[in-house]
Nanobody, 125 residues
Framework: QVQLVESGGGLVQAGGSLRLSCAASGRTFSPYGMGWFRQAPGKEREFVAG????????YYAEFVKGRFTISRDTAMNTVYLQMNSLKPEDTAVYYC??????????????????WGQGTQVTVSS
C-alpha cells in the first residue's frame, strides 16, 4: 500500500506563491507518474499538473501554464507543485495522486491509484 501526504497549503494574497509537497511512503515506490488535482467548493475535482516519474516530463492544465511548476525528487519519493502568481480562483483543496500505469490521459481521475488527503489553498483578493 502507498500513502501520500500533502503539505504546504495555506492562506496567501493574490499574486503570492506557495509550494506544495507530496511525500509517498509504503511499499517500494515506482509509479508511472504523479499528479496534482484540485477541488473547489461545489465544483468537480480537476487536473492541475502531472509528471512522469522517470524522466520528469511535466503536463499542465491550460489554466496554470506559466504560473505553476511540477517537479519530483525520486530519491525522496516526493512531488512538488510550485504555484506563483496565485489568483483567488485558485482557491481549492489540492490533492496529489499516484498513477502506477501508462495509458489514460493525465487528466483522467480514474487513471490514478492512490490519493492523498488534500491540503487547503486559499487565495485572498
Amino acid at each position: 500500500q502507498v500513502q501520500l501526504v500533502e503539505s504546504g497549503g495555506g492562506l496567501v494574497q493574490a499574486g503570492g506563491s506557495l509550494r506544495l509537497s507530496c511525500a509517498a511512503s509504503g511499499r517500494t515506490f515506482s509509479p508511472y507518474g504523479m499528479g496534482w488535482f484540485r477541488q473547489a467548493p461545489g465544483k468537480e475535482r480537476e487536473f492541475v499538473a502531472g509528471v512522469r516519474w522517470i524522466g520528469g516530463i511535466p503536463y499542465y492544465a491550460e489554466f496554470v501554464k506559466g504560473r505553476f511548476t511540477i517537479s519530483r525528487d525520486t530519491a525522496m519519493n516526493t512531488v512538488y507543485l510550485q504555484m506563483n502568481s496565485l489568483k483567488p480562483e485558485d482557491t481549492a483543496v489540492y490533492y496529489c495522486a499516484a498513477r502506477m500505469n501508462y495509458g489514460s490521459r493525465w487528466s483522467d481521475i480514474s487513471a490514478y491509484d492512490y490519493w492523498g488527503q488534500g491540503t487547503q489553498v486559499t487565495v485572498s483578493s
